[in-house]
């Protein structure tokens, strides 16, 4: 079975001291007891990772981790204002996010960048989040699977049977912080759309492979979402920045 895995995306939210706030009130939240078998991570801004290792590391809950928004396809060089997978292990990263649509769309991202960013974070024993998604538009003229399949190849190419090591995000882009939420039937089938085309390459990967739905979750849609077969868990944006619906859709 595939652990249920909920991770916080704060994207370029956040300061000191509402960090501290933050990650305070979700452990002591957890503490109380979570489902048992889920795994929970935050992405936190570059400059805060340091910061939240440590606050993370105080509470010691082995199920609740560190990870960023993106990392270099490098891992050293003359890359002015790259961060590598190698800093961000030292910082206490288990996870990154890579090619979310808001840097594929605002920083030219394409699905090789986002392969060799992948790769750089698996080797460093970090699971990436490969995200992929369709537009409104490529949805509305019927293309979002042929979208998503080309972005899914793309990776498939690259990583092979490392991709048993990685999560993937489907992230329609017409739902993110939009309120507009993909039904839980129309997430599960482009989940299973994806789990079918990995499994065409090779069915242990496919069966392995969680696959995270993002897009306007909320603690009032979480249970839902979740209860879906090809749906392992969630990427959150807008709802993680409130500590308590963060907590709310990891209980869900
Ligand atoms: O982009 C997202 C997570 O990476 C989703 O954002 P929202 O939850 O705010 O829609």
Known sequence: MRPLTIIGNWKLNGNLASNEVWVKAVCQGMEKGMPAGRKYAVCAP???LSQCDQ??????????RLGAQDVSAHLSGAYTGEVSAQMLKELGCA???VGHSE???MHHETDELIAEKALQALD???TPIICVGESADERNSGREVEVVR?????QVSVLQDRLADCLIAYEPIWAIGTGKVASAQVAQDMHRAIRLQLAEFDEDVASHVGILYGGSVK???AVEL???PDIDGGLIGGASLNPQDFLAICQA
Do not use: E, H, T
């Not at 606050?55 to 609740?64: E, R, T, V």
């Not at 080309?150 to 793309?154: E, L, R, S, V």
């Open 95 to 97: 996870y990154v996010i």
């Open 226 to 228: 979740f209860a879906m």
């Open 124 to 126: 460093q024993g970090i």
């Open 103 to 105: 840097r594929r769309q």
């Open 46 to 48: 570059f400059p805060y």
């Open 219 to 221: 603690p009032d849609n």
């Open 150 to 154: 080309g972005q899914i190849a793309k």
């Open 55 to 64: 606050l993370i590391k105080q509470c010691s809950l082995a199920f609740l």
